[in-house]
């Protein structure tokens, strides 16, 4: 029996494999365990998490093919990688350092996620690496780091949930996306403690709160400038903390002015008399929480829609104050790890920015590079790949840990620029629908076959352990990019050993933002997790931010002005409703894993549309319908699911699949300006009624 945590979300529960006898079935059984996050508790994915160590289409060779119109074969070790180096190389002599580059993942490990970072710059020296964290975190991200000057989903244990008197949830439904979460949820209700759960879906989470708000999508950042405008109008600000720990507030309270309660109710549909409420509940609790998730954050304006939470969050006293705050919660395995080491396009490790000459002495000094050496910042996640094969843009790609054919927006366009590439190169544990495109696929190692560390949503840093031996024909990510280093010419700055190269991760990140240094195997294991930042050996590790000062130069925390704009695209005649999109509970991120689990793929055999009755009513379509949703990107069939929890004006439909049935084919890469996160949360689409096709 090995203890280690869950492959998928970012609570990264708590779990341990043991060997089922071959008369039992064999593989391995999965049994939650008392992890501080989960207490024993596992969602149906995680218990079902084993079933994919031995899946019969689990890759355990090399695949090449000389032409994409070819059929893959089956090659060695020594020929694949010596055709990704032949790629990468070509490549780059052809058009320039930055023609090749690396499209990494949150669900890498941080010793992969700092690998593939360096990897890129060190060895490859180029410019060109983002990730699909892009596309999960970084509005939320932008803004934490203007408002606190630090990025850490929670600023506090997760236990602390149940300690709040108040919740508010925007955009954030853990009921299904990490149901082992609500028990501290539980707890607090237990206690007396109100949830309000502000979305376009009337959702389990919703459905287990005091007060539901159901705004327009694309509208939350106008309810929270509204929710501001009522705190003042009632009150209810706490002038004392706003006083002692801020700067900015004049400017905010006065734009708060345009926010009267009329005007937003037009805007977002939601009742003043509902505002006022939850303004009240907000305001009036000994402890309260803001928690924002992707329903929010997903926009071309989600840096500033988290903004504007976070300004009522300090309006109301509520950072640093115990069981209080604002937070935002990670989607994705290591969505908090993937984001601190290097794999952004503009960030070196320990939440350096690349653009900064102090960042990047400190960073060459660790590596043993010159720092001249080391390019400037590159494009941002869609920007790539949206400029892959042209002038200028990226001709040879390595992708790790993301299936973007499924998850980009604009999926049917990323597809095509993916095929205009000279060389791809992806490392997955599947053919997904990503590799299928690939000229070379590496067959990487499991969760449960390697060691290595995550961080989960409170920035507590833990173990993953190798609880299964890895599959003869596999390698773990780590080996690859230390074997590529040696054949480029530049191995004896890389390690395979992921111990050390968290070590290194430890020195690369020490002084900055996220600082690991004092953090070690060691201390995880008998701490249970260490969370950052943790400077030295001695340090206890820092789970509540924020109770003294801000770790801005003053220490104060920022408002920020910010005001509400239309989405990027709004209904018209051709395409009269809104799209938005998220998870179902079975399923994970672009489904590579959960549509091969059969539990998890009996649960939820195909994605389903979310419709109202009376919208359906009017369209003809019936429950269990096929309909196709039309986007001015592109179109995708689905099957209908009648719900009164949506808003009749707006259609859900979830993001886990494929082929004709993939929602980002329809969604606008329409780009927030601050952190370059896409518009996935809205959009205007058609449905057409199909006959079955
Ligand atoms: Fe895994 Fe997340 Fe489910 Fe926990 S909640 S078992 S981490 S998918």
């Known amino acids: 029996m090995t203890a280690t945590h869950c492959p998928y979300c970012s609570l990264q529960c708590g779990m341990t494999l043991t060997p089922r006898p071959e008369t039992d079935g064999g593989g391995y059984e999965v049994t939650g365990t008392n992890f501080p996050t989960n207490r024993g508790g596992l969602c149906e994915k995680g218990l079902s998490s084993a079933e994919l160590l031995a899946h019969p289409d689990r890759l355990t060779t090399p695949l090449v093919r000389d032409h994409r119109d070819e059929p893959f074969r089956a090659a060695t070790w020594d020929e694949a990688l010596a055709r990704v180096v032949d790629g990468l190389t070509v490549a780059q002599e052809r058009y320039g350092r930055d023609a090749a580059g690396l499209f990494g993942g949150g669900g890498l490990t941080n010793e992969k996620a700092y690998q593939a970072g360096k990897f890129v710059r060190v060895a490859l020296r180029s410019a060109a690496i983002d990730y699909n964290g892009r596309f999960c975190m970084s509005s939320a991200a932008a803004a934490s780091n203007k408002a606190f000057g630090i990025d850490r989903g929670l600023p506090f244990p997760l236990s602390d949930i149940a300690r709040a008197d108040t919740v508010l949830l925007v955009g954030s439904n853990p009921a299904d996306t990490m149901p082992p979460a609500m028990r501290w949820f539980a707890a607090g209700r237990e206690r007396g403690a109100r949830h309000i759960v502000v979305d376009p879906r009337y959702t389990a989470t919703a459905a287990a709160s005091d007060v539901h708000l159901q705004p327009v999508p ?92 976070i300004n009522l969050a300090l309006a109301l006293g509520l950072p640093g104050r115990p069981y209080s705050g604002w937070a935002t919660v990670t989607g994705q395995g290591n969505g908090q790890g993937g984001r601190e080491h290097g794999q952004k396009a503009d960030q070196l490790p320990g939440y350096r920015m690349l653009a900064d000459p102090a960042a990047r002495a400190h960073v060459a000094g660790v590596w043993g590079v010159d720092p001249d050496e080391l390019p400037q910042p590159g494009l941002s996640a869609y920007e790539m790949l949206d400029r892959l094969g042209t002038d200028g843009g990226v001709r040879a790609l390595m992708v790790m840990a993301s299936n973007v054919v499924v998850s980009a927006p604009r999926a049917e366009h990323v597809r095509e620029r993916l095929r205009s590439l000279d ?8 053919l997904s629908e990503t590799a299928e495109l690939a000229d070379v696929v590496l067959p990487c190692a499991q969760w449960a ?52 190269v968290f070590e290194e991760l430890g020195r690369a990140s020490a002084g900055g933002k996220a600082d690991y240094a004092g953090i070690s195997y060691a201390r995880i294991e008998a701490e249970r997790g260490v969370f950052w930042p943790c400077p030295t050996p001695e340090h206890e590790g820092t789970p509540r931010l924020f109770r003294e000062r801000f770790p801005t130069p003053d220490g104060r925390a920022r408002f920020h002005v910010v005001h509400h704009r239309a989405a990027a695209e709004s209904p018209d005649d051709e395409y009269p409703y809104r799209l938005t999109t998220g998870r179902s509970r079975p399923h994970y991120q672009s489904g590579t894993q959960t549509r091969r689990t059969k539990a998890l793929l009996d649960a939820e055999p195909g994605p389903a549309v979310e419709i109202h009755p009376d919208l359906a009513a009017r369209l003809g379509l019936a429950d269990g319908a096929d309909v196709r949703l039309r986007t001015r990107r592109g179109s995708a069939r689905m099957r209908v699911r009648l719900t009164s929890g949506i808003r009749t004006d707006t259609v859900f439909a979830p993001f886990h699949w494929g082929d004709d049935q993939t929602v980002n084919a329809l969604t606008n890469p329409a780009l927030d300006p601050a952190s370059r996160m896409p518009e996935f949360k809205v959009c205007a689409v058609a449905l057409d009624v199909t006959t079955g096709e």
């Not at 060389?423 to 599947?430: A, G, H, P």
């Open 449 to 500: 076959e390697e060691e290595g560390t995550m961080t989960n949503l409170e920035g507590r840093v833990l173990r993953r352990r190798r609880a299964v031996p890895m599959p003869e024909g596999v390698r773990s990510d780590l080996e690859v990019l230390h074997e590529l280093a040696v054949r480029l010419g530049r191995g004896e700055h890389f390690s395979a050993d992921p111990e050390t």
């Open 423 to 430: 060389f791809l190169v992806v490392s997955d544990m599947f």
């Open 218 to 309: 694309g509208t939350d950042l106008a309810l929270a400038n509204g929710l501001l405008h009522l705190a003042i109008k009632l009150r209810l600000i706490d002038t004392a903390y706003v006083a002692d720990r801020t700067t900015g507030w004049d400017a905010v309270r006065r734009a708060a002015r345009q926010y009267w309660p009329d005007r937003v109710e037009r805007i977002t549909g939601v009742p003043v008399r509902v505002m006022e409420r939850t303004v009240r509940l907000l305001a009036e609790s000994r402890a309260t929480m803001i928690l924002s998730a992707r329903g929010a954050e997903q926009h071309a304006k989600g840096s500033d829609t988290a903004l504007a939470w």
